[in-house]
């Protein structure tokens, strides 16, 4: 192998981790509920980014619709229409937008959240982490739903209601994650190279930025994909709650509107059947994708399976 | 809904920490240790439900009172007064938490009564309904996993399972708002509520009729979520020594699952069962309120129409209290059941 001694220690970085990847990859590949779960996460990211193209923004308005009330599904409306006479394939459409969004964004403020206090309550051993650790309990055993109410409820209406559903739902969705890489991180602090870096001088920041959260990285993707489907669940349910943004549809609002729109008595299952499974499908697609991601990245289960 | 990689059972072993060897479940400095913890628990909630409500923007007064920013002058400096708001912090909390003690937390807007006795009123309902569908679950659950993990990679195994995971995305009260639009016209069953004045059943049966949807909704994804945990730790334990053992003494394998592996498999997933009870509450919010069920969830999505601040706040507390309460219960009958937990 002379063509690796003339490789910079960079070069050789990058070619370890593309040939990590690529291995990744082919053993997802072969994983049949993750590509399963990954091909329905694809469906929906495309439908979300094409919404323009796929259905006209006009048929959200109230005032605008022009199909016939509460009509069951047909050629001209495949999803039926609600009872001001908007298309639901229209709505589900552009709901998938919203829907998606809050979820992404809540679940990157959960993330970050939840892995910088998994990380430091690990690695500060002492006050800070028994602090931290005892923040996490307490968040993971108050009822989720009840907090993000009071929280929604309690937010300023000055702000843009999207936005505080998406840190409502953020700041109450992170103690199981601090819970896993808190775990993780304190069996990294016990291997060897932590203890070289320690005796090296390496200060905190550059322990936990440069040796935990590389090594945490993997469980925290896997993790992810499982909170994503937890956060579109809780916009879905906090919308249809009534906690929502009133002036975007979202797959929630939908619902919301369905319920409190008589559904129930008009018997009219498509305006809460379509927009309901769309939910169904993007949680179990993130569910399945995720317990995939776990199943490679976490040897334990691996043995097991 | 409970994030689904919480599904996978945890360590099994309580982390309260590392209790020295003794032979008693529980010494009574940890039952102390134990008490403390849920206590400082529930402090937590309190001040966050104190803090939260003081500090938002604008007049604490008028978020406070029910006709917002329209409300007279004469009731806004009734509820400065009530609230404390002219006081530093530190005295208004004292004087929160001394009504606390009382029992007091404060009066309803919508229903003109303190929140006390309008929470009172409606926790039955929701015990009833929760606990129907719990307890249905948890037995149907408990089997289908334990079934399932045994003859791992089975037909009855990939069925279960995959039917498991589908239900889990299912939020129970998407659920049940499926059901009731698709069967409440037939008349077989009411759209909701709890009970029918014009019914000619008898109460119970009447309330019977009554639960059948919303309990079937709860249900099924309970034991869907139970299911998967069970067969889990059915998974975990199906080649541990003592089952090498248990069938190298020649034991049939009927025997040595319902003997051995049974009773080690359930003891995680109890833990998981008084974990999930937050998730519970959760639940029984949104599906009360698809199903009109005269509940606690029903009074919390009543309480957000208004918003019947006060009454919000107390139902804070006690749906938190509540699920504190069954976790400190869990934390200390759990030594009894599993002596691993006592010595480790």
């Known amino acids: 192998m002379t063509a690796t001694r003339a490789l910079t220690p960079r070069a050789i970085a990058r070619a370890r981790r593309r040939a990590a990847v690529g291995a990744f990859w082919r053993q997802f590949r072969r994983d049949r509920e993750g590509m399963v779960g990954l091909s329905i996460m694809v469906l929906f990211a495309f439908v979300a980014l094409a919404a323009p193209l796929l259905a006209d923004a006009d048929g959200l308005s109230v005032t605008r619709a022009t199909g016939p009330v509460l009509a069951p599904p047909s050629l001209d409306y495949p999803f039926g229409t609600d009872n001001a006479g908007r298309s639901v394939l229209t709505m589900v459409i552009w709901g998938s937008r919203i829907s998606l969004l809050v979820g992404l964004c809540a679940t990157v403020i959960a993330m970050v959240i939840g892995t910088l206090i998994g990380i430091s309550s690990g690695h500060f051993r002492g006050p800070t982490g028994g602090i931290l650790d005892r923040l996490t309990e307490w968040f993971l055993v108050i009822p989720y739903l009840p907090l993000a109410i009071v929280l929604a409820i309690v937010f300023p209406p000055t702000v843009p209601r999207i936005v505080a559903v998406i840190i409502v739902i953020g700041v109450t969705g992170w103690s199981s994650t601090a819970r896993l890489i808190r775990a993780q991180t304190l069996s990294i602090e016990e291997r060897p190279y932590l203890e070289r870096a320690r005796a090296l001088g390496a200060g905190h920041w550059h322990q936990m930025s440069r040796h935990v959260l590389p090594n945490v990285m993997p469980l925290v993707l896997a993790h992810t994909t499982l909170t994503v489907s937890v956060a579109i669940l809780a916009e879905t349910t906090l919308s249809f709650l009534g906690l929502g943004d009133p002036l975007r549809v979202s797959w929630g609002r939908i619902l919301d509107q369905a319920y409190s729109g008589a559904v129930i008595s008009t018997g009219s299952w498509w305006w809460v059947g379509f927009p309901g499974l769309c939910v169904v499908l993007v949680v179990l697609g993130f569910n399945l994708c995720g317990r995939a991601l776990e199943r490679i990245l976490d040897p334990r289960l691996r043995e097991r399976a | ?344």
């Open chain 2, 1 to 344: 809904m409970q994030p689904a990689a919480s599904v996978r059972p945890a360590a099994n072993v309580d982390s309260g920490g590392a209790a020295p060897r003794r032979r008693r479940a529980l010494s009574p400095r940890e039952v102390g240790r134990k008490l403390l913890t849920a206590c400082a628990t529930l402090l937590f909630v309190v001040v966050i439900n104190f803090f939260l409500f003081r500090v938002i923007p604008g007049d604490p007064e008028k978020a406070f009172s029910p006709r917002g920013r329209n409300a007279d002058p004469e009731r806004l400096r009734q509820i400065r007064e009530d609230l404390g708001l002219g006081l530093p912090w530190h005295e208004q909390f004292w004087a929160y938490l001394k009504s606390l003690a009382r029992g007091d937390l404060g009066s309803s807007w919508g229903e003109r009564e303190p929140v006390v006795s309008v929470i009172a009123d409606r926790i039955w309902p929701t015990v009833l309904l929760s606990g129907t569908a719990l307890v249905i679950a948890t037995v149907v659950g408990v089997w289908l996993g334990a079934r399932a993990g045994w003859r791992h990679g089975s037909r009855f195994d990939k069925l279960s399972s995959t039917g498991a995971v589908a239900l889990y995305s299912v939020p129970e009260w998407l659920l049940g708002l499926f059901l009731v639009v698709l069967l409440a016209n037939t008349g077989l069953f009411p759209a909701g509520g709890m009970v029918d004045p014009r019914s000619t059943l008898p109460d119970a049966l009447d309330i019977a009729r009554h639960m059948i949807l919303p309990v079937v909704s709860l249900g099924v994804v309970y034991i869907a979520e139970y299911s998967l945990i069970m067969r889990s730790s059915m998974l975990d334990e199906r080649y541990a020594d003592y089952l090498t053992t248990a069938r190298a003494k020649g034991l049939r394998d009927d025997l040595v699952r319902r003997k051995h592996a049974w009773p080690n498999a359930l003891l995680p997933t109890v833990t998981l069962f008084f974990l999930s009870l937050g998730f519970v509450v959760s639940g029984a919010i949104a599906v009360e309120t698809v199903f009109s069920w005269p509940g606690l969830g029903r009074l919390t999505y009543d309480a957000l129409r208004g918003p019947d601040i006060p009454l919000l706040q107390g139902l804070f507390l006690v749906f938190s209290a509540g699920v504190i309460l069954m976790n400190l219960v869990a934390d200390l009958v759990y030594p009894f059941i599993d002596p691993r937990v006592r010595r480790s």
